[in-house]
């Protein structure tokens, strides 16, 4: 061992260390016990109905407060724990309402898809959007880290990126996903499909922290599809509604209603149904 290394070492005991970390493991059970109370059976079995929802329910607050605790040490900040975990609790009969609409999206546009007990227990897709939905509540409450942990132990799994802090409506379709990335200021509407490798990302990071707060990401309308390997940047670009936008196509600027986009930036209008 050289000099530089042992005095690399003497100096690394002097630093402050934290034994405060969020466990994978906590963030897998607390994500599990609220996807076991949305989808009943499907993460576990389910005995003695009446009991099993309130237990259940104790265990995700508690989980959630233990998670909260850690959080709070590593921020150095004080939390209202119960006021958290109620407004959490609160949210829970939205979101199921909401993911059943995703559900929905997910069957009626995958031929693939034999059942929606597959896409619950299958589809990528599902899992990056259901964990998505859980952090956004966070997010909207103003807890930092955990949500993001929450996304990041999606992508780990998924290969799909989605910020908690984008909007996202109801009827979302991701099919196969893998490479999606979604920004934090991102805004989708209603029964947007979304296909691999797609990025709804930022114009420019080169001004850093001076960007935060801005509307760095692209807003989405309703009815839209975006096919695999499209690029679409900037908080400024728009695409309208029901406009189609082909593989591969790069976009930073907006696009009107009923538009149909093609890689080499050519644009037309759908065709009318017949």
């Known amino acids: 061992m050289n000099d530089i290394v042992k005095q690399w070492l003497i100096d690394k005991r002097k630093q402050p260390i934290s034994n405060d970390v969020i466990s994978m493991e906590d963030i897998i059970l607390f994500l599990a016990h609220v996807k076991a109370i949305l989808f009943p059976g499907f993460v576990e079995s389910v005995d003695a109905e009446d009991d099993y929802f309130i237990n259940l329910l104790n265990t995700i607050k508690l989980e959630l407060s233990n998670l909260l ?33 995703d559900i929905e999206a997910l069957y009626a546009g995958d031929p693939a ?26 997010y909207k409450l103003m807890v930092p880290i955990l949500p993001r942990a929450l996304s990041e132990y999606a992508h780990s799994k998924t290969g799909i990126d989605i910020h908690p802090g984008a909007t996202i409506g109801k009827y979302f379709f991701i099919d196969h996903g893998t490479g999606i990335v979604i920004g934090q200021t991102c805004e989708i ?33 309703d ?41 080499q930036g050519q644009k037309k209008k759908h065709k009318p149904k017949e």
């Not at 150095?76 to 059943?100: A, C, G, S, W, Y």
């Not at 490798?197 to 930022?202: K, Q, R, S």
């Not at 850093?208 to 692209?218: A, E, V, Y």
């Not at 975006?226 to 936008?245: D, H, L, P, Q, V």
């Open 113 to 138: 898809a034999s059942s929606t007990t597959e896409i619950i227990l299958c589809y990528p897709g599902l899992t990056a959007i259901f964990t998505y939905r859980i952090a956004n509540i966070l």
């Open 223 to 263: 009815n839209v599809t975006i096919y695999s390997g499209a690029s679409i940047f900037g908080g400024e670009t728009i695409i309208g509604n029901n406009t189609t936008i082909g593989s591969n196509a790069f976009i930073t600027s907006s696009i009107e209603d009923d538009m149909v986009v093609t890689i």
């Open 69 to 101: 605790d850690v959080v709070s040490k590593i921020e150095n900040m004080t939390f209202d724990n119960d006021k958290i975990i109620n407004n959490f609790i609160d949210q829970l009969p939205l979101v199921e309402q909401t993911l059943r609409t």
């Open 189 to 221: 509407g209603e029964h947007v499909k979304i296909y691999q490798g797609v990025t709804l990302g930022a114009l420019s990071l080169r001004a850093g922290q001076k960007l935060k707060g801005s509307k760095r990401h692209p807003t989405i309308k």
